[in-house]
């Protein structure tokens, strides 16, 4: 299945189901206020997939269990039997809890406690206790497990693959966050973006697939529902059928978390990769490194509550995360930038999301600033790419895939290629919230192109639909993106007009002071000579305040001077509007007013 096939998949095969399973929310008026309904309807989603995936090998746990209850370690015979790495030892399925209304909440509750510590961790991260009281006392749980052993919510895998199962999970998130006024975007990510962002990582990667027994990890420090690594791992395996792909995540959000967690749990990968916590301050894959890192995180998001624990290590220097520069409390996503940075390989590759601001906020010396230098002078920032407005379903603002990596090809050491595809999209027939376009396939590729070639070049392309998709590269020296930032003194004059001295030397005008950014490729005397003293004779530069700035010029970079229409064309549209406008009201009141 092609992408745009899976993309159409979510928009119609998967749409129905989520909305299916969402119904069940109806047994829940009155008792649950809407913004509540996903505290059942996502615990219990997680529930009944694990029930039919245990389902056929059900009799074989309970027979395993009855054989090794009494050993001290018999975790790996009970997933051997149920083929997963978790398993249910409770001899109720959905169908015997239905048959036994009259003591559901002894046996759901008596069910629940049948799985593995690893499942039990998710629906403890989900509060579900909580919510199995309520439903208890509102006389509904019974309803809900009816409802849940419908033909219709049968998750069974051989009905739902573990993929399909991703896109299920991302729509019910999406659709608890809305009801619940919540961020959408703050949980997921939505496939055409994370195709493009696994496409350039993997396109870029000169090491990707070098030798025999190709073996791959993954990381998403903001993983979500972790439909990014679920993503990366697919591609991977597309390329290479017989990759060894290992996902890792971090995630702060307990539904989500559980999510992630319940999704790794199905594919058969490893539960304990999947950790939760907040990336910033409880860094759960301390002295860890990957080949990949890919992430969304959040930005504009203030990151105070973590202050004490990430100031500490910024203080530990190039032992702690954040060496660099901290950026301004208001907005930590630099933060996870640099997280990312310290988790690469020598030869890792990141692809991250980031907003405007951490191109260009922040001036000379400050956190952002620096940030941005110890990844230009470190060589490691291959290419930024602008994605087109309206991408995201939470923000319709400009946002931008940063391309990092540790082990640049030789043809890209010293350069920064910047990509503008705010114009490499088809539009939506129906938004769902901010997001009212596609980076559907034809348009992917042309981004992927463009990085691939890594040269200033304009890319088109004519749609079917008529319309035109634009991708335009530039590929910019690194130093280009620096900047000396010099302190401009004039003397201090007293009242009669003369300079004011001390030890013979001019006093500086505090008043007077100015600042110039002269390119960090320039010499600074040379500029100063052309730029400033033909204006000011008597002024000179402060070395001692100079500092080194470094911002990414997105918008300068590809900006198209249009000439400015010539005035006489101008005064003839007004003196030819001026007659049509006098012409009409001639018409309209007929001559000498009569």
Excluded at 51 to 67: E, F, I, N
Excluded at 264 to 273: E, H, Q, Y
Excluded at 363 to 374: F, K, T
Excluded at 464 to 492: F, T
Aim: hydrophobic fraction near 35%; aromatic fraction near 10%.
């Amino acid at each position: 299945m092609t992408a745009n096939e899976q993309l159409a998949s979510v928009g119609k095969n998967i749409q129905e189901k989520a909305t299916l399973i969402w119904n069940v929310a109806n047994t829940l008026f009155g008792a649950f206020k809407p913004h509540e309904y996903g505290l059942v309807i996502l615990p219990m989603v997680v529930i009944k997939r694990f029930h039919d995936c245990l389902l056929p090998t059900h009799q074989a746990v309970l027979d395993t269990y009855k054989k090794v209850e009494h050993l001290a370690v018999k975790e790996g015979f009970l997933r051997t039997a149920a083929g997963y790495q978790f398993y249910n030892t409770s001899p109720f399925t959905f169908e015997t809890l239905r048959a036994d209304p009259e003591n559901i909440n002894d046996n759901f509750r008596a069910y629940l406690n049948g799985f593995s510590d690893n499942v039990q961790d998710i629906l403890s991260r989900m509060n579900f206790s909580a919510q199995i009281d309520r439903m208890v006392e509102a006389g509904l749980l019974y309803q809900v497990i009816v409802d849940f052993c419908s033909d219709k919510a049968d998750m069974g895998p051989e009905k739902i693959s573990a993929v399909d199962m991703g896109y299920i999970f991302e729509n019910l998130v999406q659709r608890f966050s809305e009801s619940y006024n919540e961020e959408a975007g703050a949980h997921f990510t939505s496939r055409d973006i994370i195709y493009l962002m696994c496409d350039l990582l993997v396109t870029g990667d000169q090491n990707a697939f070098n030798g025999d027994g190709i073996t791959k990890t993954v990381y998403d420090m903001t993983m979500g529902t972790s439909q990014m690594l679920t993503c990366m791992e697919e591609r991977l395996k597309q390329l290479a059928a017989d990759a060894d792909v290992t996902c890792f995540g971090q995630e702060l959000n307990p539904f989500t978390f559980g999510i992630a967690k319940a999704d790794m749990l199905i594919r058969g990968g490893d539960p304990d990769n999947m950790q939760f916590g907040d990336t910033l301050d409880d860094d759960k894959f301390d002295g860890y490194q990957f080949d990949y890192c890919i992430s969304n995180p959040p930005f504009g998001i203030d990151w105070k509550r973590e202050a004490a624990a990430v100031e500490a290590e910024h203080k530990k220097g190039a032992a702690g995360r954040f060496s660099p520069g901290l950026p301004s409390k208001s907005d930590g996503q630099m933060l996870f930038l640099l997280n990312g940075l310290s988790k690469l390989k020598p030869e890792g590759r990141m692809a991250i999301i980031q907003n405007g601001s951490s191109l260009f906020t922040g001036d000379a010396g400050s956190g952002q600033s620096e940030i941005r230098r110890y990844l230009i002078e470190s060589d490691w920032l291959d290419a930024i790419v602008q994605l087109p407005n309206d991408s995201f379903y939470n923000t319709g603002i400009a946002t931008y895939i940063w391309i990092i990596t540790k082990d640049k090809p030789s043809e890209h050491i010293g350069k920064v290629q910047l990509i503008d595809a705010s114009k490499c999209y088809e539009s939506r027939r129906k938004s769902i919230g901010n997001k009212r376009v596609d980076i559907t396939e034809v348009c992917r590729d042309l981004i992927v192109k463009a990085y691939g070639e890594y040269r200033d070049n304009t890319y088109e392309q004519d749609l079917e639909s008529g319309s035109k998709i634009v991708c335009k590269s530039r590929v910019l020296d690194s130093v280009a993106l620096g900047y000396n930032k010099i302190a401009v003194e004039s003397p201090l004059l007293d009242e009669d007009g003369n300079k004011v001295l001390k030890k013979g030397k001019p006093v500086a005008d505090p008043k007077k002071r100015d600042t110039e950014n002269v390119p960090l490729d320039e010499d600074i005397d040379a500029y100063f000579a052309r730029e400033v003293l033909p204006y000011n004779p008597d002024a000179w530069i402060d070395k001692s305040k100079t500092k080194v700035g470094y911002e990414i010029p997105f918008t300068r970079t590809f900006y198209e001077y249009k000439e400015i229409e010539p005035a006489d064309q101008i005064a003839q549209r007004i003196e030819e509007h001026e007659h049509a406008l006098m012409q009409k009201l001639h018409d309209l009141f007929g001559k000498d007013g009569e």
